[in-house]
């Protein structure tokens, strides 16, 4: 692999074993065999319905979770090896997280400016309280909070949705991260916001140089802001390649049964769609082989017997399917 | 825009409704009028916070104890049910219209199967044996596509999709005119949305009602259903049928919203969204209430509301530039 890449994940599976009595033993796969890297500067869009593992991957790379096999190694470096309070705190910075539901990730006691300096105390990146002032109305500036000094005194139900999850975004590129992971950040949103809140992403990550792992179930918002897609489903990669490719090439069933979900009316009103029946499988007692084959309206008896293997479509696009075309 | 024909279901004058609280009153829904006709699937796109699901409720008049309808009329197949009793309405309800609530997923009583659930709304309604019923609700779980043996689960054991879909039979079991779906399909997956809709698409073809659908997904409305309106901050800025407001949308905010949604397969294009918020429905601006935010305001817009302009046959705008083209023209 190419030097630049900064975070590798090989073979990561996480398991959660069940608590109850009568189902002691048994595991969720929320997890399997997820291998990925990513390069930096480079925005990863991971696409899944909800339970597909999306927000599971995001927190075995904060080290929220440790994985129950497999490696993830960031800029060299095993993750999830013993690490001094330092070396994590390091690595906590360099990692930043924004979450999905800005009304709950906001400390609701913490006006914007408490909630705003705590990274650069807990990091010790600026020192003495006029320079912290000052670095948070600089943060305030960059995420469009304009003027600072109107919303460096406010609480966060003084705020709206949007204003909200500017906050969590300033608190995340505080710290001149090197990898933000950013779990559904407009899912929350009114859809008149989301727009703005992800060009404000973009625009950090453009003039900051940071690398980005954008979660969403939203295939059309993967496609505007990623670079390469991931196409998650069950616990399991099925589809990997440059966002273009993957939505205008589409291979994976899954994957074109999402893009014919999608609601997209510029492709014409009356299209045909595929059709499927069911529900995601159920991860306790996940289906064997392809995990898809259940719903799968090409599924062919092979299908259930192992879990293909990843291959190569065309140049850095790989499938998890046994299609042949 | 109300247009009296025989075979309108339901049509809504002028409708006001709002709430008190104790910062003062809060007008949810000003000036709303429309007509809804057999068979149809009308759609209501909006933010949150706009009033579309006042809308809705005021149509059931489910309205809560501190809310009411201040003004206009509603009219149900020729007859106006605006002030008409509890009692009165109680018929009406569920049996010529019922709803799909927002949260499906809670809609259901945790405690009861749902085969129980189905026969206490039909048998509240209908004088008919227990047996008759039974052998109706299995008949409709069977067009939604769950299977008998779910007639004795609880809510808890059925998916989300699945839950949506027993909520969408409760919903038709009494074969009403008129279902009323509110966001319907937002806590679900794309793949089990599209999956309902189609559902909901195919019965209304077998059954003939009308639908309203209530969603902030604009694209989706656009793809659904036969006329659309545009809701901001309590009333409709836009209306008319769903391709001629996708192709040419006349109202700025309409053009707003539908930038705000990236494409699938069209060119990658750095898209705007709209700055700013909704008003404060409190104190709502004097003028148009988007004029605040919008980018081609004029002086008139602050000071004075549009009125609506037919700017083409069925499509209705509110905005002061369209009525500048109409005089140049």
Known sequence: MKSDVILELSDVTKHFPLQSFRRKGRVVHAMDRISFSLRKGEILGIVGESGSGKTTTANVISRIYYPTNGRVVFEGEDVHRKMKRTVSLEYHKKVQMIFQDPFASLNLTHTVRGILERPFKIHKLVQGKKEIELKIKEMLVQVGLDPPEQFIDKFPHELSGGQRQRVSIARAFAVNPELVLADEPTSMLDVSNRMSIMNQILNLSESMDVSYIYITHDLAGARYMSDRIIVMYAGTMLEVGAAEEVIQQAFHPYTRLLKSAAASPETGLKRKRLVTKGDIPSLIEPPAGCRFHPRCPFVMPECSMELPEMREISDQHYARCLLES | ?329
């Open chain 2, 1 to 329: 825009m109300a247009i009296n024909s025989p075979d309108v279901v339901l049509s809504c004058n002028n409708l006001g409704a709002g709430y008190s609280i104790k910062a003062g009153y809060v007008k949810a829904v000003d000036g709303v009028s429309f007509e809804i006709r057999r068979g149809e699937f009308i759609g209501i796109a909006g933010e949150s916070g706009c009033g579309k699901s006042t809308l809705a409720y005021a149509i059931m008049r489910l309205l809560k104890d501190n809310a009411g309808i201040s003004e206009g009329e509603i009219i149900f197949k020729g007859k106006n049910i605006t002030r008409i009793s509890g009692e009165k309405m109680r018929s009406i309800r569920w049996a010529d219209i019922s709803m799909v609530f927002q949260s499906a997923m809670n809609a259901l009583n945790p405690v009861m199967t749902v085969g129980e659930q189905l026969l206490d709304a039909m048998l509240a309604h209908k004088h008919i044996s227990r047996k008759e019923a039974r052998k109706r609700a299995l008949e409709m779980l069977r067009l939604v596509d769950i299977s008998q043996e779910r007639f004795d689960a609880f809510p808890h054991q059925l998916s989300g999709g699945m839950r949506q879909r027993v909520i969408i039979a409760m919903a038709l079991l009494l074969q009403p005119e008129l279902v009323i779906m509110d966001e319907p399909t937002t806590a679900l997956d794309v793949v089990v949305q599209r999956t309902i809709i189609e559902k909901v698409q195919e019965l209304k073809d077998v059954f003939g009602f009308s639908v309203i659908f209530i969603t902030h997904d604009l694209s989706l409305l656009v793809e659904i259903t036969n006329r659309l309106a545009i809701m901001y901050a309590g009333r409709f800025v836009e209306f008319g049928p769903a391709e001629a407001i996708f192709l040419e949308p006349l109202h700025p905010y309409t053009r707003g919203l539908m930038s705000s949604f990236p494409s699938l397969t069209g060119p990658i294009t750095r898209k705007g969204g709209i700055e700013g918020k909704p008003p404060d429905l409190l104190n709502p601006p004097k003028g148009c209430r988007f004029g605040p935010r919008c980018s081609d305001r004029v002086d008139r817009c602050i000071s004075a509301y549009p009125d609506y302009i037919e700017a083409r046959p069925g499509h209705y705008v509110a905005c002061h530039l369209q009525e500048g083209v109409r005089n140049e023209k």
